[in-house]
């Protein structure tokens, strides 16, 4: 398997991928809109053999620090329970954390994402309108988030998202 960056000649294939992973139109045009905003952060892709396999996106978010959503991520189903979301979502928080961001948030289950070392712990002083128990954060420079309370928002483009 081989992850990079998407490229352009990527943008395609990616939306087939999104409009086959989720119901509806709407996780693909997300990451249009959040690409067009300027608010994709880091984009990558997983290529095994030739074929784009999988697909993950983090995107800037309103926060009190420096801070990044993961979403969507989507791996085409012949391919799944390989690692491939597993190994699309470290390689993004091994970027972020080298590019001096503080922490990433997740909406997500949470017995998949703690693995990573994702916490309900670390987002649940924070208000968002994803507050919950599926809501989660990962702190990116040490242990602790800077600040563990304030407002965070995911970019503009997923007010469009039910
Ligand atoms: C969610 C999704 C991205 C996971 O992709 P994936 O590449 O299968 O993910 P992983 O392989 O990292 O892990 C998935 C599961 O497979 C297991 N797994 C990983 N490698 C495995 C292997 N070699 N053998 C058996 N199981 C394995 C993991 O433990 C995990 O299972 P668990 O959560 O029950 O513990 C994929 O199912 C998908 O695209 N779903 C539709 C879109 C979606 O819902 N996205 C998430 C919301 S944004």
Do not use: C
Not at 23 to 39: C, I, S
Not at 69 to 85: E, F, K, T
Not at 100 to 108: K, Q, S, T
């Amino acid at each position: 398997m081989n992850l990079r960056e998407e490229a352009a000649a990527d943008v395609n294939v990616v939306r087939q991928l999104l409009l086959a992973s989720f119901p509806g139109t709407g996780e693909a045009d997300l990451v249009e809109k959040l690409r067009a905003a300027g608010d994709a952060v880091i984009s990558l892709v997983a290529i095994d053999g030739g074929v784009l396999t999988g697909h993950v996106m983090f995107s800037r978010m309103a926060a009190p620090f420096p801070a990044l959503g993961l979403a969507p991520v989507a791996v085409l189903s012949d391919w799944r329970r390989r690692g491939i979301a597993a190994a699309l979502i470290q390689e993004g928080i091994k970027r972020a954390k080298n590019e001096g961001y503080a922490g990433i948030f997740v909406l997500g289950d949470p017995g998949y994402y703690q693995r990573f070392g994702f916490s309900i712990h670390h987002a649940d002083g924070f208000d968002s309108p994803y507050a919950g128990p599926h809501f989660m954060a990962l702190p990116l420079q040490g242990n602790q988030l800077p600040s563990q309370s304030g407002r965070v928002d995911y970019a503009p483009a997923f007010s469009a998202l039910e």
